[in-house]
């Protein structure tokens, strides 16, 4: 008999292939059902077919590593089909039995079929994932290595600006502090990009975080981009604690929030304002960075509101749009949502909401 256990296929397959696998236990349960079925029929003189029951035999061939295993066990059940027919002795109405037989090993041989096609089907699968996850890997990997090659370069490039404009002109500040923006809006695309390709080997942790104190600290991160700008950072007055617990992931949180206020303080004008809030209502938690631009696209919010995020050519430019996916992917990953809407008057507001802890 061939090595008992389910096949393995390499990557995340088997994570998929796990919802339509029968359980373990069912697999000697069937053994057992069919030698009980074979006893019987050797024991007894009549036409009853008993040789249908080992076509669920057949069928937990899937369970073997062995390919092969699928027609020893086929043969296996037709030798059983054949020695019930002339056991314990010759019955007059063989005719009979020879045609319920016949019907027993046709049933057996198209159970090996289906199953000899879903095994197929089965390692076709297991190739293609393996493939697509070796072109992810690839696609990762040139990824880091190009934002290393540009990183490099673009750090360097910052610090000679932030340099020359120390000693520059006035009117050749102005030019410059315009070119670090982009050259610090670049970085930031990269880090994001980065993060989406690599999102799944964030490791995101389900514990109590306290929303107010990362929504403190990266408004305070955020003030010397928006001072550059001259734009006022405006928070909410400090929740009593435990009033912004919630469930949620630290390092995850405080990354949405980040792009969240890089992107409300890319559209406000100078002279503007962000606003960051936090709220608890209704069992969750909800944190809300509001800027004084000229708001998102109606595209943009409700592709927020209908829970997925595109990005396309008309989003990228004016909203940072590789920061809002990056955002939406891990607030679902959260078990939160990122939700936005258009001001009355002006602006916008996008909000994250975590359950409560």
Same mark, same amino acid.
């Given at each position: ?38 006893? %019987? ?15 669920? +035999? ?25 020695? !019930? ?18 019907? /027993? ?30 072109? %992810? ?5 040139? +990824? ?27 009117? &050749? ?11 610090? &809006? ?13 999102? %799944? ?28 700008? &001259?734009?006022?950072?405006?928070? /909410?007055?400090?929740?009593?604690? !435990? ?27 100078? !002279? ?37 995020? %595109? ?11 590789? !920061? ?34």
């Amino acid at each position: 008999m061939p090595e008992l256990g389910p096949p393995e296929p390499d990557g995340k397959l088997s994570s998929k292939i796990a919802a339509w696998r029968f359980p373990r236990w069912l697999v000697p349960a069937i053994y057992a059902i069919s030698g009980v079925a074979f006893v %019987e029929d050797i024991c007894r003189d009549n036409t009853l077919a008993y040789g249908i029951i080992y076509a669920p +035999l057949v069928a937990t061939a899937v369970f073997h590593k062995d390919r092969t295993g699928l027609w020893v066990i086929t043969g296996i059940a037709c030798l059983m089909v054949v020695i !019930g027919t002339f056991l314990p002795v010759f019955s007059p109405d063989m005719p009979d039995m020879i045609g319920n037989r016949i019907l /027993s090993i046709l049933a057996i041989l198209a159970t090996a079929i289906f199953v000899r096609h879903a095994r197929d089907i089965q390692d076709r699968l297991a190739a293609e994932t393996r493939r697509a996850e070796a072109a %992810e890997r690839i696609k990762t990997d040139v +990824l880091t290595n190009l934002s290393q090659e540009i990183r490099t370069p673009l750090h360097t490039l910052l610090g000679v600006l932030s340099l020359t404009m120390a000693t520059s002109q006035p009117e &050749q500040r102005e030019a410059l502090g315009r070119v670090r923006r982009d050259g610090k &809006q670049l970085l930031a695309t990269i880090d994001n990009l980065l993060d989406l390709t690599q999102i %799944e080997e964030h490791q995101l942790k389900r514990q109590t975080i306290d929303i107010a104190t990362i929504a403190r600290d990266a408004a305070e991160g955020a003030r010397a981009a928006a001072n550059e700008r &001259q734009i006022n950072i405006a928070l /909410s007055p400090d929740r009593q604690p !435990g009033d912004a617990a919630a469930i949620g992931d630290s390092w995850a949180m405080r990354r949405i929030l980040d792009n969240l206020l890089a992107n409300a303080v890319r559209l406000t004008p100078p !002279g503007g304002t962000v606003s960051v809030s936090v709220a608890r209502r209704a069992g969750t938690v909800t944190a809300s960075v509001s800027d004084t631009g000229k708001g998102l696209s109606p595209r943009l919010t409700q592709d927020l509101r209908a829970d997925s995020l %595109e990005t396309g050519e008309d989003a990228l430019p004016a909203t940072g749009g590789t !920061g809002l996916a990056l955002s939406n992917r891990l607030a679902r990953a959260m078990n939160g949502r990122l939700t936005a809407y258009n001001q009355p008057n002006s602006g916008a507001t996008v909000s994250l909401s975590l359950p409560a802890a």
